[in-house]
């Protein structure tokens, strides 16, 4: 079965990029694939410094997060915008994770697989300068970015106090979103 592994670059409590994650996951599911949601808050990865790297290796909670995305086919992936990019906490998690160890080929964890992306914000834009970012990290360490990404605005608008988005129009496009990246993974993997 196709395996997909969801995360969010927000780890606030009412978090409107966990409330859009969620609904692209509910897609995916629907479409068949096994999601494996996470939250980042659970891996606690240090700031990485090379320094510390040589001396004790990769952190072992980055090694859990970097083998969970080996061991899955896809990502589904819901980026906050910080001063016109993607967090900090997001690209802490993604270098720690692009780091080769023994017996590793080169960015195992990203060549090869696929990513939804999907970003909101209170604001006007709803991330979509995070976005393009986003999709240029992703696409130069192999992992291949779907067309249709999604940036919901005024999103503090279309969340309700239960952290659920209310939105029918915008429900639907993450659904077929998370969908997507669902189709694609299994062509792409085979599983
Ligand atoms: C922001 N925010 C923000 N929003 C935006 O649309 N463009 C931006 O450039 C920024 N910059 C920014 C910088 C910093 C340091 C913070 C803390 C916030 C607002 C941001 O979109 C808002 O806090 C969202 O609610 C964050 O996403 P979550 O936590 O709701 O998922």
Request: no cysteine; net charge negative; glycine share 10%.
């Amino acid at each position: 079965m196709t395996k997909l592994l969801a995360f969010a670059g927000s780890t606030r409590n009412g978090s409107f990029n966990q409330a859009i994650l969620d609904v692209a996951v509910e897609g995916a599911r629907e479409a068949g694939a096994e999601v494996t949601l996470i939250s980042l808050a659970d891996f606690e990865m240090p700031i990485f410094n090379e320094d510390d790297e040589s001396e004790h290796g990769i952190h072992a909670n980055a090694k859990a997060f970097k083998e969970l995305l080996k061991s899955h086919d896809g990502f589904l992936i819901a980026t906050p915008e910080y001063n016109s990019s993607y967090p900090a906490l997001l690209k802490n998690a993604i270098d720690w994770a692009s780091r080769m160890e023994e017996g590793e080929k080169p960015l195992e964890a990203y060549k090869g697989k696929v990513a939804g992306i999907m970003a909101a914000s209170p604001g006007g834009l709803g991330g979509m300068r995070a976005l393009a970012a986003l999709r240029l990290l992703l696409e130069n360490i192999g992992t291949m970015v779907l067309p249709n990404q999604r940036s919901v605005a005024k999103a503090g608008d279309l969340v309700d106090d239960s952290g659920k988005l209310t939105d029918e129009k915008t429900t639907r496009f993450l659904k077929n979103l998370g969908r997507d990246t669902a189709h694609l993974a299994q062509k792409v993997s085979g599983n």
